[in-house]
Nanobody, 124 residues
């Protein structure tokens, strides 16, 4: 599955930004789509995930209440809307797909295909 992440940019603290993840496949059906991020010198960490069929979502505690993951069937695209951005949200954001069991939905190794990443920078 080929993925294309886009929408990153430079914003200020408190601003909003939406990043997108599109696929070249006909659909994300059967997959879970996850967003992860990696800041310089840090490990890749889970941000949010959505099951394409059913729409169940999961968020990291650090973004809960600020970020929203959603999907658009017509565009075969998953969005991550990020509000009230903080400097600590600065990272490269990656989307990924896989078929993780619910207890492993936050594990990067459960995702089999990854997009190229999009840079999000939040200035203070």
């Amino acid at each position: 599955v080929q993925l294309q992440a886009s929408g990153g940019g430079l914003v200020q603290t408190g601003d909003s930004l939406t990043v997108s993840c599109a696929t070249s496949e006909p659909t994300f059906s059967g997959y879970t789509v996850g967003w992860f991020r990696q800041a310089p010198g840090k490990e890749r960490e889970f941000v949010a995930a959505i099951r394409w069929s059913g729409g169940n979502t999961r968020y990291a505690d650090s973004v809960k209440g600020r970020f929203t993951i959603s999907r658009d069937y017509g565009q075969n695209t998953v969005f991550l809307q990020m509000n009230s951005l903080k400097p600590e949200d600065t990272a490269i954001y990656y989307c990924a797909v896989g078929r993780p069991i619910i207890s492993a939905i936050t594990w990067p190794r459960m995702y089999t295909s990854w997009g190229q990443g999009t840079q999000v920078t939040v200035s203070s």
